[in-house]
Structures are given as C-alpha cells and as structure tokens.
C-alpha cells in the first residue's frame, strides 16, 4: 500500500524574472547585441541570439564572439558587454511594454496577500529603468523585493539569485511559484527547489518534473499559481 500524498504546502511567494517575462525587454538586448555585431563586422544568427536569453552579459558576449568567428581580450570583451548595456539603457528610456497579462497577474498577486520578488540577471542601473516603468504603470511598487545580476554571488541558471530572494522574503522554497521565460531562468528556478512556470516565447524549452508551461501570462491568476505549486507537490509527493 503506498503512502498517503501530502497536501502541497500552501502558496506563499512568488518570484518574477523580468525581461522576457513581464516585460517586452528581450528585443530590446537583442537589438543592441545585433547593433554590436554589425560594429564588428559581421551578423549574430538568430540560433546565437535566442542562446543568450536569460545568461549573464559575459556569456552572451562569448556566444555573439563565436559566432561571428572573432576573438576578443577580456579588455574588448568587457568593454563590449559594456557598450551593449548603455545601448540598451538608450532603448529601454524610450519606453517599456508589458508582456499580455502581466499586469493584470502582478495586481491579483499583491491583492491575495502573497509576498514578491523580482529576480533578474540585468544589473541594478537598467533593471530600475524597467522598475521605474512598472511602478508608474501600475500605480504602486508590486514587489517587496528585488535582486538584481550584480546584487548576486553567481548568475542564473545557478539557484542563487532565487535562493537570495527566498532568505530575504523569509520564505521556504516549496512555498514558492518562479515564474520565467529563459531556459538559464527555469534552471536555477528548479534547482531553488521552486516550482516554475515557465513561459517560454524565444528560446524551445522541454517539458521536466517541477515545471509547468504555457504560452503566455494572460489569463494567469492566482490559483492558477496554487495549481503549478500543487502539480510540484505531487511531483515530489512519496509513491
């Protein structure tokens, strides 16, 4: 006879990527590594430019770099990493969109009592350009916390960032729901011990025990969310 499952643990946080997430901000990377490229002489593949969705600056440069078949110094490659960052502060200052349903899902979040984080792998000085956006957009800041890609010991796809963010809210990791765009993103979500929505719309991303996916935000809700953690807690529940 097998053991009872245990009821999953009722939901408590939930933690936000940002850019390709709630945001419509990939293009806007993507537009400034492909401006990069041309500067150097050639053209990132849009196979290279959906790889570096979600990576830290460094390994984004490293894929743009080979695939145009150059090698740069650590020197070049900084000031390249650099140059795509200011660029794309120039673009985000224009104006930010909201992913479809995003907005309507961060409201009902803060209206059902739940704590949030905004966990995102950009750094701080562009990372409130978008924030600026989001609070005037909405009419109040929707997050109780938010850690940014230079606030971190490492980088996504390690768990770091959302493990940071769980100690500060005071929370425990399968009380959580991750919610992310990139494969980088849903990695160090699962590897948090979180489960993760993952919405997935550049990069492909392959079904695994702890992750849920759909096509988009819209018409997410709340239990929505209590759902994704459920379908954990039955993952992880004894046979």
């Known amino acids: 006879m097998s053991d009872p499952v245990t009821p999953p643990v009722p939901l408590r946080a939930v933690l936000f990527d940002m850019d390709g997430t709630l945001v419509e901000t990939e293009q806007l990377w993507g537009e400034a590594m492909f401006e990069l490229a041309a500067q150097l002489g050639g053209r990132m593949s849009d196979r290279a430019r959906a790889a ?42 224009g104006g930010v969109a909201w992913r479809p ?9 803060r209206a059902a009592g ?50 940071q963010a769980m100690d500060a809210l005071g929370v425990e990791a399968g ?15 699962l590897a948090a011990g979180a489960a993760v929505l993952g919405v997935p719309e550049v990069q492909a991303i392959a079904q ?18 209590a759902a994704v953690l459920a379908d954990r807690g039955l993952v992880d529940a004894p046979a």
Do not use: N
């Not at 349903?101 to 979040?109: K, N």
């Open 208 to 225: 695994e025990p702890g992750l849920t996916l759909r096509d988009g935000l819209l018409g997410v809700g709340v239990l929505d969310l």
């Open 52 to 93: 570096t969705v979600g990576t830290s600056m460094r390994v984004a440069m490293e894929i743009l770099h080979a695939d145009l078949g150059i090698r740069r110094t650590e020197a070049e490659l900084q000031a390249d990493a650099a140059w795509v960052e200011s660029r794309t502060a120039e673009l985000m200052a």
């Open 114 to 163: 739940l704590a949030t984080a905004l966990v995102t792998t950009t750094p701080r000085a562009l990372a409130d350009i978008v924030l600026r956006s989001i609070r005037a957009s909405l009419g109040e800041d929707p997050f109780d916390l938010t850690v940014c890609g230079d606030e971190v010991p490492a980088r996504k796809p390690d768990p770091a960032p959302y493990l």
């Open 101 to 109: 349903g995003a907005p309507e899902l961060l409201r009902s979040v």
């Open 175 to 189: 009380e959580c729901v991750v919610i992310e765009d990139s494969l980088a993103g849903i990695t160090a979500g």
